[in-house]
Nanobody, 124 residues
């Protein structure tokens, strides 16, 4: 059983930075893809970024390219999302997700394991 646990959310001003962490436990992740999604009130859950754990390949939504960086720490079995130049439209609950496949997909339905979410609020 894989259980992602997010942390690091909070309140930040426009232009500020936050780093989210996703601690994953339960197994080795060399054949997994880890991703971040977000969901704002009244909106559907949307893809933010993903990393193929074994290869380290990364993928980003166009809306966050150049501002967000996804990375992993093999020793800590943790995935990070560094968020810079934050905008009010980045405000959402951010979820960490995992899928037991190295093929990266951007639809929530393809991910079997989800964390509880962490709130990110960007004030204008």
């Amino acid at each position: 059983q894989v259980q992602p646990v997010e942390s690091g959310g909070g309140l930040v001003q426009t232009g500020g930075s936050l780093r989210l962490s996703c601690a994953a436990s339960g197994r080795t992740f060399s054949t997994y893809t880890m991703a971040w999604f977000r969901q704002a009130p009244g909106k559907e859950r949307e893809f933010v970024a993903a990393i193929s754990w074994g290869h380290g390949n990364t993928f980003y939504a166009d809306s966050v390219k150049g501002r967000f960086t996804i990375s992993r720490d093999n020793a800590k079995i943790t995935v990070y999302l560094q968020m810079n130049s934050l905008k009010p439209e980045d405000t959402a609950v951010y979820y960490c997700a995992a899928r037991p496949n190295t093929v990266v997909i951007t639809t929530p339905g393809g991910y079997a394991y989800w964390g509880q979410g962490t709130q990110v609020t960007v004030s204008s």
